[in-house]
């Protein structure tokens, strides 16, 4: 077992990828803390792992408050933290809102398959304030507040490991999702940075930047939007969310011994190099 007797937590643990990486460190032989926004929805994968090895926690991490609170229980119920999994996420935050960027999506398609490729501006121009705000807040805020309250338990041991979820939308940036390509840039900035900053100090910081995986976030595509994605993904699937769990054991294990401030991205050939 790769995690015997490590401490592990996986923010956004409820479903999808967080819910497999969870299921996986227990696996592995980690006593894992699942977060969610409800305790019902992390005890739904508690109930999936190994008997014993999973607890569930509530929290928002875009609230400090909560964050803070949260991890003051992993300290006082496990008095150490080997390591954070920020999966933490949000996609589009409405009905409306998914339906307008899949319209423009789907436009954009056209035009590049009719070869007539035109510049499009609706999605920022008509993007609100709440929306930017909540999908940073979500993404780049809850990682800052959850690696920050890690640090504290990490450091002073010299040992840890912390693994960022970032996206190929990072890598190459969405036109439909500005807002979710300006948060996942910043947390593999964050990755890079804070790398370089506890390095010495024995703590190993990583990311993930995931192409399209079959998950809750991604269920509501149009089947046009899928279609496409799967003819620019030389693989030809969707990734399962086991598939970046797997990567995610890799980071978190010994056998990465060498690796921080770097990015591992199961995409299936969608963004190929760096």
């Known amino acids: ?27 592995e032989g980690a006593q894992v803390v699942v977060n969610d926004l409800t305790v019902e929805r992390a005890e739904t994968t508690v109930k999936g792992m190994v008997a014993g090895r999973g607890r569930a926690v509530a929290a928002d991490v875009s609230d400090s408050a909560q964050v803070r609170a949260m991890f003051a229980a992993v300290e006082r119920d496990f008095g150490r933290l080997d390591v954070l999994v920020n999966n933490a996420g949000i996609g589009l935050t409405s009905e409306d809102e998914r339906a307008r960027l899949t319209r423009v999506a789907e436009a954009r398609i056209g035009e590049t398959l009719a070869g007539e490729i035109k510049t499009r501006w609706d999605v920022t121009v008509n993007m609100t304030d709440a929306t930017w705000r909540r999908m ?83 269920a509501g595509m149009s089947p046009l939007l899928q279609k496409v994605i799967l003819s620019r993904t030389p693989l030809g699937r969707w990734g399962e969310p086991e598939e ?22 199961p995409n299936g050939g969608l963004v190929i190099g760096g």
């Open 1 to 27: 077992m790769r995690l015997r007797d490590k401490v592990g937590l996986v923010t956004g643990g409820g479903s999808g990828i967080g819910r497999a990486i969870a299921v996986r460190f227990a696996a």
């Open 136 to 218: 940073l807040a979500v993404h780049l805020d809850g990682t800052f507040y959850c690696t920050r309250e890690a640090l504290r338990l990490m450091l002073p041991s010299s040992h840890g490991v912390i693994i960022n979820l970032a996206s190929v939308a990072a890598l190459t940036g969405l036109e439909t999702a500005p807002h979710y390509s300006a948060a996942k840039g910043g947390i593999l900035s964050f990755t890079r940075a804070l790398a370089r900053e506890v390095g010495a100090h024995g703590v190993r910081v990583n990311a993930i930047c995931p192409g399209y995986i079959d998950t809750p976030m991604t």
């Open 244 to 265: 970046v769990a797997a990567t995610a054991l890799f980071l978190a294990s010994d056998e990465s011994s060498f690796y921080t401030g770097q990015w591992l991205s």
